[in-house]
């Protein structure tokens, strides 16, 4: 079936960073809302970042100016570039689809999101 997946994340020192990679593997995906989700231990998904088939791009207040979500059509993979990491971005990052439309193209709730990868761990620590 339609699959996400996962790659690029790792342990990096504070300010560090680190560029995570969404591809799906039956090609399906343009025109989608892709996101990135994260998840702390003990917390609720969170949304990080979106971008709808057009482009546009909304991020959550506390990754603005610090993250990059971007999308290759061409290699079919969504990337999330972070930079100044900080210790509270710590967790499991998730790559979701939204196949039904239901974001809006807007970094929505989890629910929004019907197709989703299997998690990358991203730990910030010194």
């Known amino acids: 079936g339609q699959k996400l997946e996962e790659s690029g994340g790792g342990s990096v020192q504070p300010g560090g960073s680190l560029t995570l990679s969404c591809t799906d593997n039956r090609y399906i995906l343009d025109g989608f809302t892709m996101a990135w989700f994260r998840q702390a231990r003990g917390n609720e998904r969170e949304g990080v970042a979106a971008?709808?088939?057009?482009?546009?791009?909304t991020y959550a207040d506390h990754v603005k100016g610090r993250f990059t979500i971007s999308q290759d059509n061409d290699k079919n993979t969504v990337y999330l570039q972070m930079n100044s990491l900080k210790p509270e971005d710590t967790g499991v990052y998730y790559c979701?689809?939204?196949?039904?439309?239901?974001?809006?193209?807007?970094?929505?709730?989890?629910?929004?999101?019907?197709?989703w990868g299997q998690g990358t761990q991203v730990t910030v620590s010194s």
């Open positions: 979701a689809a939204d196949s039904f439309g239901l974001s809006g193209g807007k970094l929505g709730p989890a629910n929004d999101y019907n197709l």
């Open positions: 971008i709808d088939g057009d482009g546009t791009t």
